[in-house]
């Protein structure tokens, strides 16, 4: 008799993004004719910026001939890629990361849930609310938490709201936790963590032994300077925090694939029996095990993204979802809507008008305005009564997605 993960039963009725999907389908094909926008997944529409294309060709030159072709490449990465990374990304804004602390990947999404491999059961997990949904399902699966709720908290987690009430700024745990998940610039709420606030949760997780899973896979749309861009930017983070980023929404890899993970040595957990143990060889041991590396194709456009004009090409695509976040801001604003993020983030999230629930504003803008945005409550229950829309899309799509939610909210 073959078992199941009876883990896998307790998770809701479907993961957000695939029942938005559900729901707009059901949409479109009793309204063939709709002109439906979307603005709810978090993927981006512009190609891929010109300079990563030509790395892209000539690295598939490259496997077309015997002299240069690459067979199996390194789990971890390619020095090329790892060393690229570690200039730009790290040493440039002062924050020691070494080339081989670096893993890198086909994606962010996979990273922050694969993490658990390395991790030990009883460990108590805290997450804010509303959250990425990756972080909550992949600890269901694992078995870290209990059945969920009427709002859908499971048991067994430790939910941090963060809300308008208290400036998007979760609290600390009331209780001691194990393993903290931290997203700036926050997806769903497009909101940023300051020096000040990153600090205050580097300095509880030194003094509770708890590691902070920080996921910065926005981080490039930061326009403040005196925000900071990677947990390493704070004093002893390297000794409690994994770094999560993402080439998907900076140089428009979501087709793509490709990201990277930092493991710092200094990082040590908890053995059964009490003895501390580094975590960078544990993750080393299971991308070894599990994983056959990123294609080298891919790498080599990766890398591209660090070359002078890359980083020039990068930047415009960046501003440009940037401005069409600011669009949105604007447009919502003129006709009395609340509205969050956008400015540092590609993300807007807005309070939906009245008592609207966020499903029934879904409802609503599809039907009438044939507009997708995604419900704040699909990210957690203190994303009730919340809406997340995205600015990954053209300008014109953006512009005309603007004049139909005001003429459906004015």
Not at 198 to 213: E, M, P
Not at 269 to 297: C, D, M
């Amino acid at each position: 008799m073959a078992l199941i993960n009876d883990n896998y039963l307790k998770l809701k009725a479907g993961y957000l993004f695939p029942e938005i999907g559900r729901r707009v389908k059901a949409f479109c094909d009793a309204n063939p004719q709709a002109p439906v926008i979307r603005l709810g997944i978090g993927d981006v529409t512009e190609p891929l910026p010109p300079a990563i294309v030509a790395a892209l060709h000539a690295a598939v030159d490259e496997m077309a001939s015997r002299d240069t072709f690459r067979g199996y490449g390194p789990e971890q990465g390619y020095d090329f890629l790892r060393e690229a990374i570690a200039a730009n990304d790290y040493a440039a804004r002062g924050a020691g990361v070494t080339a081989d602390e670096i893993f890198v990947s086909d994606g962010s999404k996979c990273d922050t849930g694969n993490i658990l491999d390395i991790f030990g059961r009883g460990n108590v997990i805290a997450v804010t609310d509303p959250v990425y949904p990756v972080y909550v399902d992949t600890n269901v699966m694992a078995g870290n938490t209990g059945d969920a709720d009427d709002a859908g908290r499971y048991a067994g987690l430790e939910y941090l709201p963060a809300t308008a009430e208290n400036d998007f700024t979760p609290a600390l745990p009331s209780r001691k936790v194990d393993l903290i998940y931290l997203c700036y610039p926050n997806n769903p709420t497009g909101t940023v963590a300051t020096r000040d606030t990153l600090q205050r949760w580097v300095d509880y997780a030194r003094q509770n032994g708890a590691v902070i899973l920080f996921d910065a896979a926005y981080e490039a749309y930061i326009t403040d300077p005196s925000i900071p861009h990677s947990i390493y930017e704070i004093d002893g983070a390297r000794e409690v925090a994994i770094e999560f980023r993402s080439f998907s929404k900076t140089a428009g890899f979501t087709g793509t694939r490709c990201a990277f993970t930092v493991v710092p040595k200094d990082l040590t957990g908890t053995t059964a029996g009490g003895e501390r143990q580094a975590i960078h060889p544990l993750w080393n041991r299971r991308q070894s095990t599990k994983f056959n590396g990123v294609p080298y194709i891919v790498q080599r456009a990766a890398a591209a993204a660090y070359s002078a004009d890359g980083k020039r090409q990068v930047r415009e695509i960046i501003d440009f979802y940037l401005a069409n976040a600011a669009l949105l801001r604007q447009g919502l604003e003129q006709v009395g809507i609340k509205v969050y993020g956008g400015v540092n983030a590609p993300y807007v999230w807005l309070k939906t008008p009245g008592s609207t629930t966020s499903w029934d504003f879904f409802d609503q803008l599809l039907g009438k305005a044939h507009l997708v945005g995604t419900p704040g409550s699909g990210f957690g229950a203190s994303g009730e009564g919340y809406f997340r829309l995205s600015a990954f899309n053209s300008r014109a799509n953006v512009e005309e997605a603007v004049k139909r939610i005001q003429r459906q909210l004015g």
